[in-house]
């Protein structure tokens, strides 16, 4: 299997990532099949060893047998095995392992309240450094921490006049399939407020939020940052179900809860998180169709922070 894998960490460009996909291979897959030719892997290997983490650490499991796949998928187009693959999916491991985990309880995040963004919002703006900056356009672009932490100038692409007059955007934040949660490209509208944070600080390449080591920025970074404007006493901005002071992940349920009580599009909130709905079909279509509506969404997303005066 190591034979196939080389190609595969060629096309990471995130050094995080191709560390990421080789310790869960490392730890995971490679002491049950690391000596096999591929086209001696069964799916009864597949299935032996992602049974002992299938219930106790799904999400890994379920990265694990995907990074599985693709490489399996590569071998086969080299005519190193021949298909079936027997990491797939569908009618395949679908049939020995549950799709569904039961029984576990999902942590929720802790969210801003929706009547706190105001106050939330001048006070993040009141505050220096690149953790700012970033936590900012996290926000604005309602983004997971890490691919804003992540972000890198080769992955902007902003537009001139004719195209932001035609389009009535500024550009496009493409994350790659590496740096995404669900290994699919995702694509971002770039707004005034968003390039009004990018613009600055452009460059050609490398990071646009760096650390002072010009790395990337810890997720401990942005949490830290949030803990502070919480206060001494922890009770600046809390979430209303739990209690708990609100983190930066939580942005998206408030986010998400916004588009819920004003009644906007679901298909266009949830391309905007990047989650997936419908089949893959309906999904497609709607990721390159919706830009424009998820520009209109983001805009509406500055006026609940940043000015309900408008």
Excluded at 43 to 66: C, F, Q, S, Y
Excluded at 87 to 115: F, M, T, Y
Excluded at 164 to 189: C, N, Q, S
Excluded at 257 to 278: D, I, M, Y
């Amino acid at each position: 299997m190591e034979d196939a894998l080389p190609p595969i960490m060629e096309e990471l460009s995130n050094a995080k990532h191709k560390a990421q996909w080789l310790s869960t291979l490392q730890t995971y897959a490679l002491p049950f099949i690391g000596s096999k030719q591929v086209n001696e892997i069964t799916v009864d290997d597949i299935h032996e060893l992602l049974r002992p983490i299938w219930m106790e650490k799904n999400e890994t499991a379920r990265r694990l047998r995907g990074r599985i796949e693709r490489i399996l998928n590569y071998a086969a187009v080299k005519k190193m095995m021949s298909l079936p693959n027997p990491a797939a999916w569908q009618g395949n491991l679908s049939v020995l392992l549950p799709s569904k985990v039961q029984g576990r309880r999902i942590e929720h995040h802790p969210s801003l309240q929706l009547k706190d963004t105001q106050r939330w919002w001048h006070d993040l703006q009141s505050r220096d450094g690149m953790g700012a900056k970033a936590l900012q356009f996290l926000t604005l672009s309602t983004c997971r921490s890490g691919e804003a932490r992540g972000m890198r100038w080769e992955e902007v692409e902003f537009f001139k006049g004719e195209q932001i007059e035609k389009l009535g955007f500024y550009g496009l934040w493409t994350i790659p399939a590496e740096r995404m949660k669900a290994d699919r490209e995702h694509v971002v509208p770039i707004i005034k407020p968003m390039k009004d944070i990018l613009e600055p600080m452009q460059k050609d390449e490398g990071l646009i939020f760096p650390s002072r080591k010009n790395t990337e920025l810890s997720d401990m970074t942005l949490s830290a940052l949030m803990k502070r404007m919480h206060g001494a006493d922890q009770l600046g901005f809390v979430d209303a179900a739990c209690g708990r002071p609100a983190v930066p992940h939580g942005l998206r349920s408030t986010f998400r809860n916004w588009v819920a009580e004003n009644a906007h599009s679901r298909e266009a909130a949830e391309l905007q998180l990047a989650h997936k709905f419908g089949s893959d079909v309906e999904h497609a279509y709607h990721r390159t169709r919706l830009l424009t509506q998820r520009a209109e969404l983001l805009r509406a997303v500055v006026w609940v922070f940043a000015d309900k005066t408008r």
